[in-house]
């Protein structure tokens, strides 16, 4: 067994935390690239939970992030390579600027528009900038390539979980899986 | 876990093969998603992109119903349509109103005389922070039954009576619109015109209950026919010009009308009018009182969304608003991103107030 057994895991609310907002996160990049790509009836549903469940994963970043202050993160493997080290803190920092601004440039993208925003519920949200022809389209443009960054870095992410999980087997996986796994936890 | 794959003896190799294979299937469902892997797919890209003419599309304009000029005022609701709606709208009391008359043609400087039918943009807001947009055209039917097949005849048209048979014959609920476009009297006015919503929505009363209407706009003033030919005579912007100076005069009214549908009625398609005798209910009157021209007027930079409703209205099973929805909303992304294309100053428009 070549697996630490100092590693830690996150806490049961930053686990809980992340696989929650891992499905919101996914769900929420194919609604959107699902809904520009339709005139079906499914496109007023598709927007109207796309806004929804962006507002709420927005609401779980926030407390994620003072999660994550306040109680931080497990340490990485002393045996990580540095160049991997590097990866992994600025890939999860990626990951956090990205679940923070995404829903923001939403929001004010369709404040942009004039258009209201409406939840779920027909519970409403303020614009939080003004009609602007250039505003909307330079956020638009943001929204949009900036999701797809996001998807990919969702990706480089996944990868590099199952190369630790898979290949190194040094424990980062363990660290936020969901359930404990074949023995890396130390007993409750 | 259950799998022992995962034990010590697997080969990074078959390893590696799991990774890459997970990012590729995840990456190939994406792409399905957008319909990048399904190029036959109706996209609103490709709607709007048929709405265009034969020389591209006018930049920093609307992809269709292009021509067109703002007007405010407000609604003044009479509280009947609190039976069938529990929107703000329809409490008696009056709302102020945003709007658009305009031509269904891609062209901004189509002249009027060429365009068969005509439309109005509205948006109601009340004090509970709810608006209701709507687009309307004057005809009393919609030309075609889906989507798609408005796609079809998007496509169909420009290339000629043969190729409109043929659509006829996919399309036969066309001859409808197609009597109305070929009988019915011109008018040299926005205001002799009536504007239908066409589409199907579902109304909540306070009770909860829902039921299926369609809405239309009922002009006050009297309709004067005329011919397209002596429509002409009076120049390209005859319209607006006229709309402008008969609205300074004095106050341009439409009535408001609810018509609720009957069980088995079909709702889920706007090229069919609901039978003669389906209970209506006035439910208040627009009253016209300012016009101002698109260029610096404030319906610029308003999409006239079908799907912006106010609680108390949804959308019904009829396919179009969402349809709309869409493509209004790529028109919308379009223009905006071309605005140093639009003539922004009053004086470079076609016509003034």
């Known amino acids: 067994m070549s697996r630490t057994m100092t590693h830690t895991r996150f806490s049961g609310a930053q686990r809980l935390l992340h696989w929650t907002m891992a499905a919101g996160i996914v769900a929420m990049l194919f609604i959107g690239v699902g ?15 796309h806004k929804t469940l962006g507002v709420a994963l927005f609401a779980l970043v926030l407390v994620r992030l003072v999660l994550r202050l306040v109680l931080g993160a497990p340490p990485l493997p002393a045996s990580l390579p540095p160049l991997m080290r590097l990866g992994a803190v600025l890939s999860h920092w990626g990951l956090y600027g990205l679940m923070i601004a995404l829903p923001l440039l939403g929001w004010a993208m369709l404040s942009t528009a004039d258009y209201p925003v409406v939840l779920f ?12 022809d250039s505003l909307h389209t330079l956020l638009w443009a943001a929204h949009r390539w900036l999701a797809f960054a996001f998807f990919a870095l969702i990706l480089l992410h996944v990868a590099a979980a199952l190369f630790h999980a898979l290949i190194r087997r040094d424990g980062v996986f363990e660290a936020m899986a969901p359930l404990p796994l074949h023995g890396t936890e130390r007993k409750e | 876990m259950s799998r ?10 078959a390893s590696l093969v799991v990774i890459a294979l997970v990012v590729a299937g995840s990456a190939a469902a994406f792409a399905y998603t957008a319909g990048w892997l399904s190029p036959e797919r109706l996209t609103p890209t490709r709607l709007v ?8 599309p006018a930049l920093g304009h609307r992809r269709n119903h292009a021509k067109g000029i703002c007007f405010t005022g407000e609604f003044q609701s009479n509280g009947n349509g609190v039976t069938l709606s529990r929107a703000q709208v329809f409490t008696a009391g009056t709302w102020p109103v945003l709007g658009r008359f305009n031509l269904a043609t891609a062209n901004p400087n189509a002249a009027d005389a060429t365009v068969r039918v005509r439309g109005m943009g509205l948006q109601i807001a009340t004090p509970d922070g709810d608006v209701w947009r709507s687009a309307m055209i004057d005809a ?10 408005f796609f079809d005849l998007l496509q169909s048209a420009p290339k000629g009576a043969e190729a409109m048979k043929a659509f006829i014959g996919r399309h036969p609920e066309f001859m409808a619109f197609a009597g109305w476009a070929g009988t019915a009297p011109w008018t040299s006015s926005y205001a002799e015109d009536s504007f239908n919503g066409l589409n199907s929505f579902l109304f909540t009363d306070a009770a909860g209950t829902p039921r299926a ?3 239309s706009l009922r002009p006050a003033a009297t309709p004067v026919p005329i011919a397209p030919d002596e429509l002409a005579k009076r120049g390209p912007n005859y319209l607006e010009q006229e709309i402008a100076s008969r609205v300074a005069a004095a106050p341009q009214r439409w009535t408001m009308v609810l018509t609720v549908a009957e069980p088995g009625d079909v709702t889920a398609d706007p090229s069919k009018a609901w039978p003669a005798g389906r209970r209506t209910v006035e439910v208040g009157t627009l009253v016209v009182n300012k016009v101002i021209g698109e260029p610096d007027g404030p319906c610029r930079d ?3 969304d079908p799907t912006v409703l106010p609680r108390g209205m949804s959308v019904s099973d009829d396919p179009f608003p969402a349809a709309r929805s869409s493509a209004y909303a790529r028109s919308y992304d379009l ?15 076609s016509a003034k107030p």
Do not use: C, H
């Open chain 1, 35 to 49: 809904m520009l790509s339709t005139v079906a009836p499914s496109y007023v549903p598709l927007v109207a939970t």
């Open chain 2, 213 to 215: 209407v369609r809405w």
């Open chain 1, 121 to 132: 519920g027909n519970f409403r949200l303020p614009p939080i900038l003004p009609q602007s």
């Open chain 2, 302 to 304: 308003i999409n006239f």
């Open chain 2, 335 to 349: 223009r905006t991103s071309e605005a140093k294309d639009y003539p922004r100053t009053a004086a470079a428009g």
């Open chain 2, 4 to 13: 022992s794959s995962t034990g010590p003896t697997r080969s990074p190799v």
């Open chain 2, 49 to 56: 992109s048929a709405l265009a003419p034969a020389g591209g």
């Open chain 2, 140 to 149: 009393p039917v919609f030309a075609v039954s889906t989507p798609q097949a």
